[in-house]
């Protein structure tokens, strides 16, 4: 697979109830950030409350999305949860972070992940980085491209 | 330009990939939200620090 990366279900504001969130979510959280909490010297103090719950792409995946797929499905249970967190919280959302070799990048999402999404009412952020490569004439005759 | 400031700082790319978008993730960043070259080359440095000092 061309692409690593990791998809990341966040709940973010200035002030988030965790003891409430972890209540109902009954999911580990990866990662729990506080407001004003020292994290980077270059940019500061982090501006926000953030509850995070990742899923990493794997190098032996079918497909990019193996992980999402696996990721909505273990949100699945707590829809309605969520969206009273969309409600009460600034910003409720999956990030996708893929990082490629390559300059050209392309995916597909498959549809039952786009129903998912739809059924859990979330909005998807992709972020990628990009290190500008191109692949071999070999490669690309492996992927039979024009 | 990741790999470009990598590159000049003289980091490994992928390791500074993953440390942008970690940074993204925990400062809340949208996907519109994206760092200058100077805000990386910053960034890079601090992380090379972190790095020498034997940080994960």
């Known amino acids: ?146 | 330009m990741v790999n470009d400031v990598a590159k000049y700082v003289g980091i490994d790319r992928n390791e500074f990939g993953v440390h942008i978008h970690e940074l993204k993730e925990v400062y809340g960043m949208s996907p519109k939200q994206n760092f200058s070259y100077e805000k990386l080359v910053e960034i890079a440095k601090e992380f090379k620090l972190y790095r020498e000092k034997g940080g994960k």
Not at chain 1, 118 to 123: G, H, P, R
Request: net charge negative; with cysteine; proline share 3%.
């Open chain 1, 1 to 146: 697979m061309t692409i690593s990366g990791e998809f990341t279900f966040s709940i973010r504001d200035e002030n988030l109830d965790f003891f409430d969130i972890n209540n109902r979510l009954k999911l580990e959280p990866t990662k729990i950030i506080k407001k004003g909490q020292g994290l980077n010297n270059t940019l500061g103090t982090a501006p926000y409350d953030i509850w995070l719950y990742k899923s990493k792409i794997r190098e032996n995946d079918h497909d990019e999305f193996d992980r999402l797929e696996i990721l909505l499905e273990e949100l699945s249970p707590y829809s309605n949860y969520i969206k009273e967190f969309k409600e009460k919280y600034e910003d409720v959302s999956i990030n996708c972070y893929f990082r490629s070799d390559m300059g050209q990048i392309g995916f597909e999402i498959p549809s039952n992940v786009i129903r998912n999404l739809v059924t859990l009412d979330l909005k998807l952020n992709f972020h990628i980085l990009s290190y500008g490569e191109v692949e071999s004439p070999q490669e690309a005759d492996n992927n039979e491209l024009l």
